[in-house]
Structure formats: C-alpha cells, structure tokens
C-alpha cells in the first residue's frame, strides 16, 4: 500500500508540472493582428483596435471607437493637416515672390554697373 502511495505522489508531481506551466502559457498566446490593426494594453488586458485607434471611458467600462468614431477623428486630424499645409504653402509662395523680386532687382542693378 506505502508502494502505491509513493508511486501516486510521483505521478501526481509529474503531471502536475506541465499543468501548471500550461496554464501560465495561456496568457501570453499571441493574437493574430488583421491587417490595418494593432494591439494596444489597457490595465491588464490587449485590445486589437484600428491602427491609430483609442479607448473612451463610460462609467467604469473602457469601449474602443467604433468605426464611425475612428474614422471622422481621423478625416478631422487629415482636414487640420491639410489646412496647416496650405499655411505653410502660402508663406512659402510669399517668400519665393520676395526672392524673385529681390534676385530681379540685383540684376538689374547688376546691368546698371
């Protein structure tokens, strides 16, 4: 009987292990990312959200954007690009006009002499 016990335990700490280790490997599993997607880590948990995506809080649930969210945030972020470039685009055309005209005037005063 003593034999059967000893041979129980050693069984019981041979399956024991793996058991144990496999249970660990659960939670790092990697998660298959769709093209466009990532993953981001909130607290203890990833999310696969839009790349660029964000949470929102409503009362203590963390949501990720929906679509529709995702996808007007992302058209308003490209409209204010957009319009800090056509800034930047006027200051330059200005710049390049006072250029030519001072480059202009050098060589006229350059004929003169």
């Known amino acids: 009987m003593e034999k059967i016990i000893i041979i129980l335990s050693f069984i019981f700490i041979l399956f ?10 659960k939670n790092n599993v990697d998660v298959v ?3 466009g997607m990532e ?8 999310l696969v959200v839009y790349k660029g995506g964000r949470m929102r809080k409503e009362d203590d649930v963390m949501i990720p954007e929906t679509a529709d969210e ?11 690009r957009f319009k800090k470039i056509e800034k930047e685009l006027e200051t330059q055309k200005k710049e390049l006009e006072d250029l ?10 350059g004929r003169k002499k």
């Open 70 to 80: 995702y996808a007007s945030r992302k058209f308003e972020e490209t409209d204010d």
């Open 16 to 25: 024991a292990g793996p058991v144990y280790g496999a249970e660990e490997d």
């Open 33 to 35: 990312v769709p093209p």
């Open 100 to 109: 030519k005209s001072a480059v202009k005037k050098l060589e006229e005063d």
């Open 39 to 46: 993953t981001i880590k909130e607290g203890d948990v990833n």
